[in-house]
C-alpha cells in the first residue's frame, strides 16, 4: 500500500523552490525589469486635424507646439508640458480647451500656456474631479471667458489630487477655480483677473504664499469650509477676501493693503478665523455682515479710509488683541449682539469704539487712546465697558440715548469730558477713575435713573457736572479739582456718602437745583456749599 504524503513533507520538498521564486522576483522588481511591462511615456505627437484625445502617457518637452482644437486627457491617459511653450490657437472664447477626465492626469512643469491670433478669444484649462494635476512653474495666460458655468471662467481645479504651485497667470477671466479637497495652491503670482482665485464648495485647500496683484477681488470663497489662507500678498485689487456662507476657514498672516473697496468681507460666514494679518490703506478694513462666531485675533488694521473693523448684525464674534488704528473709524457695531472685544489697542481713530443699536456686548481690557470719541453708544443697551484704558480722546466716553450699560472699572483721562451722559437712563457707573479732564470728569445732561458708585474724579477742571438730570450718586469720592467738585443745573439727584475734598472754588454748587443729601463729607473746599439746601458742608 502507498503511504499518503504529509503536509510536513510537501513543505520540507518544495518549500526551498517557494523561498527561491520570491528572492528572484525581489531581485528583478529591484534592477527594475518590471518596468518595461508598464506603459512608457510616448513623444508628443499631436494629430494633423481634430480633437487630440489622450488615452496613453505622452510627452512634450521642450516644444513649441500651436494647436487650434481640443486637448482631451481620457482615464488612464497622461500628458506632460515639460519647458514648452503651447499656443491655443482658438478663433473664439472656448472654442479650444484642454480637459482632463476622470482617472487622467496632467503635468504642467515649466512652461507657458497662452492664446493665439486672436488675443480675445480665450482658451479653457478644466481638471474633473476623479484627474490628477501636477502644474508648477509655469505662466497661464488668458484662461477662461465670461460664461454660464464656472468651468469655463479660468483655471478649473477639480481633480483628486491638485498641486498648482509657482505659476503667474495674468488676465485670465478668472484666474483659478478651486472645486476640490486638500489641494495645495501655493506660491503662485495672479494678477489682472475678475477673482483672482474662486472658491466653490472646496475644503481643506491650502491657499499659502501667493500674491494677488490688481484683481476685481483677490480671493473668494462660496460654501466652502476648512480652507487655509495663509500668508498671502493682496496688493492694489478692488476688493481683496471674500468669504460668503463659508465655515471654519482660517485667515491668517496675509498681507492686505490698498484695496479700493475693502480688505477682508464675510457674508453670512461663521466659526472662521481671522488671525494675525496686516490690513493697511485700504478703503476698509474687516467686514462682517450677518456673519456669527467668528475669532478676530491678533490684526494689525491700520490706516483704512472709512473704518478699520465693522460689524453689521453680526452676533457671538470675538475681537481680540487687534490694533485698530488711525482709521476714519476704529470698531464699529450695527444691530450686533452678544460680541466680545477684549484686549485691543484702539488708537488714532476718529471713533475708536462706536456701537450703533447694538446689545450685550462685552468689552474689557483695551487701550482706547487718542481718538476724538473713546467710546460710543448710541441707542445701544445692556452692554459692559470694563477694565479698559481709555485716554486721551477728545471725548473718553458717551452714553447717548441708551439704557442699562455698566462702565466698570475703566481709567479715564486727559479727555476734553472724560465721560457724557446724554439722554439716557438706567446706566451704571461703577468704580471709574477720572482725572485730568480739560472740561468734565463727568457731564449728564437729560438723563434720569444712571446710577454713579464708587467713582474717582481728581484733578479734572470740574469734576462732575449734572444738568436738568435726576440721577444718583453713591460713594464716589471727588476730590482735588480746579473748579468745582460738583456743580448741578436744574438738577435733582440724590447723594448719598460722596467725598467731596479739596476742590479749588467749590464743593457743591446748586444752580435751581434741590439735590438731597444723606451721610456726604463735604470739606476743605475754597466754599463746601453754595446754593444748596440741606448741604452740611
Not at 503511504?3 to 534592477?31: D, H, P, Q, S
Not at 452714553?399 to 439716557?424: E, F, Q, R
Not at 479734572?460 to 471727588?478: A, P, Q
Request: charged letters at 15%; hydrophobic letters at 30%; one cysteine or more.
Amino acid at each position: 500500500m502507498r503511504r499518503a504524503v504529509t503536509t510536513v513533507e510537501v513543505l520540507t520538498t518544495y518549500g526551498w523552490v517557494v523561498w527561491l521564486i520570491v528572492m528572484v522576483l525581489a531581485i528583478l522588481y529591484y534592477f527594475g525589469v518590471f518596468e518595461s511591462i508598464a506603459p512608457k511615456m510616448q513623444p508628443c505627437e499631436l494629430p494633423e486635424e481634430g480633437d487630440w484625445l489622450i488615452s496613453h502617457k505622452a510627452l512634450c518637452e521642450k516644444m513649441g507646439i500651436i494647436f487650434s482644437e481640443n486637448i482631451i486627457i481620457e482615464k488612464g491617459g497622461e500628458l506632460n508640458l515639460i519647458g514648452s511653450n503651447f499656443v491655443m490657437n482658438a478663433s473664439s472664447d472656448g472654442a479650444a480647451r484642454i480637459e482632463v477626465k476622470d482617472g487622467g492626469k496632467l503635468v504642467i512643469d515649466g512652461s507657458t500656456l497662452t492664446n493665439g491670433d486672436n488675443k480675445s478669444a480665450h482658451y479653457l484649462l478644466i481638471t474633473n474631479t476623479g484627474s490628477t494635476v501636477f502644474i508648477n512653474g509655469s505662466r497661464l495666460q488668458n484662461v477662461g471667458y465670461n460664461g454660464p458655468e464656472l468651468k469655463i471662467r479660468g483655471v478649473f481645479l477639480a481633480g483628486r489630487d491638485v498641486t498648482f504651485t509657482n505659476n503667474i497667470l495674468d488676465g485670465n477671466y478668472y484666474g483659478v477655480v478651486v472645486k476640490t479637497t486638500q489641494g495645495k495652491i501655493m506660491k503662485n503670482i495672479i494678477s489682472n483677473s475678475f477673482y483672482g482665485t474662486y472658491l466653490d464648495d472646496a475644503s481643506s485647500n491650502e491657499i499659502d504664499g501667493n500674491e494677488f496683484k490688481n484683481n476685481q477681488i483677490g480671493l473668494y470663497a462660496s460654501n466652502s469650509q476648512y480652507n487655509d489662507i495663509i500668508n498671502n500678498k493682496f496688493e492694489g485689487n478692488n476688493a481683496s477676501i471674500f468669504l460668503s456662507r463659508s465655515v471654519n476657514n482660517t485667515v491668517e498672516k496675509n498681507t492686505i493693503n490698498g484695496s479700493r473697496e475693502f480688505a477682508i468681507y464675510l457674508l453670512s460666514s461663521g466659526q472662521n478665523k481671522i488671525i494675525g494679518n496686516s490690513i493697511t490703506w485700504n478703503a476698509d478694513g474687516v467686514t462682517l455682515s450677518g456673519s456669527n462666531s467668528n475669532s478676530i485675533e491678533e490684526n494689525t488694521i491700520r490706516g483704512n479710509t472709512n473704518f478699520g473693523l465693522f460689524l453689521d448684525t453680526s452676533n457671538f464674534n470675538e475681537i481680540v488683541a487687534n490694533n485698530v488704528s488711525n482709521n476714519s473709524q476704529g470698531i464699529k457695531l450695527s444691530q450686533s449682539e452678544n460680541n466680545t472685544i477684549d484686549d485691543n489697542y484702539i488708537g488714532g481713530n476718529n471713533d475708536g469704539l462706536y456701537l450703533l443699536s447694538s446689545n450685550f456686548n462685552s468689552m474689557d481690557r483695551n487701550e482706547i487712546m487718542n481718538n476724538s470719541n473713546g467710546a460710543w453708544f448710541y441707542y445701544s443697551s445692556n452692554n459692559d465697558l470694563a477694565s479698559s484704558k481709555i485716554v486721551n480722546n477728545t471725548q473718553g466716553i458717551l452714553i447717548s440715548l441708551s439704557a442699562d450699560n455698566n462702565v466698570t472699572g475703566n481709567s479715564v483721562s486727559y479727555s476734553k469730558i472724560n465721560i457724557i451722559v446724554s439722554s439716557s437712563s438706567n446706566n451704571t457707573f461703577y468704580d471709574n477713575k477720572l482725572s485730568s479732564a480739560e472740561v468734565y470728569g463727568i457731564y449728564v445732561l437729560n438723563s434720569s435713573g444712571n446710577y454713579f458708585w464708587k467713582n474717582t474724579l481728581t484733578s479734572n477742571r470740574d469734576g462732575l457736572y449734572f444738568d436738568s438730570s435726576k440721577n444718583d450718586l453713591k460713594e464716589n469720592t471727588i476730590s482735588g479739582n480746579l473748579y468745582n467738585g460738583v456743580y448741578m443745573s436744574n438738577s435733582n439727584p440724590k447723594l448719598m456718602k460722596n467725598k467731596i475734598l479739596n476742590n479749588t472754588q467749590y464743593g457743591v454748587v446748586c444752580d435751581n437745583s434741590e439735590p438731597s443729601f444723606s451721610g456726604d463729607e463735604i470739606k476743605d473746599n475754597g466754599n463746601n456749599c453754595d446754593g444748596c439746601p440741606n448741604c452740611t458742608g
